[in-house]
């Protein structure tokens, strides 16, 4: 199911990201989740929502990344990813 507001991601999601992030895996979400609605176009047997979830997990970990105070913060902008 999309998400029209950040407000309705999982709790795992909202209570470990910053309001940023969230946007991120909103967006990603709710792309992946159009993007992947045909079984054809997902891997083995996951399902659709399952599938998103991951793509949106990627999404916000090519922008964020977890400190060592076990916190996401956003990646340095300078140099390789």
């Known amino acids: 199911m999309p998400y029209n507001n950040t407000n309705e991601l999982p709790t795992s ?7 940023h992030a969230q946007d991120i895996y ?10 992947y609605s ?3 176009k997902r891997r083995g047997n996951e399902g659709q929502e399952e599938t998103a979830h991951k793509v949106a997990w990627a999404a ?5 990344e977890k400190g060592a105070d076990e916190k996401w913060h956003p990646k340095e902008s300078g140099g390789h990813q």
Do not use: I, R, T, W
């Open 13 to 19: 999601v909202k209570n470990v990201l910053p309001e």
């Open 26 to 35: 909103k967006e990603a979400f709710n792309s992946a989740y159009d993007e």
């Open 38 to 40: 045909s079984p054809s």
């Open 60 to 64: 916000v970990k090519s922008k964020y």
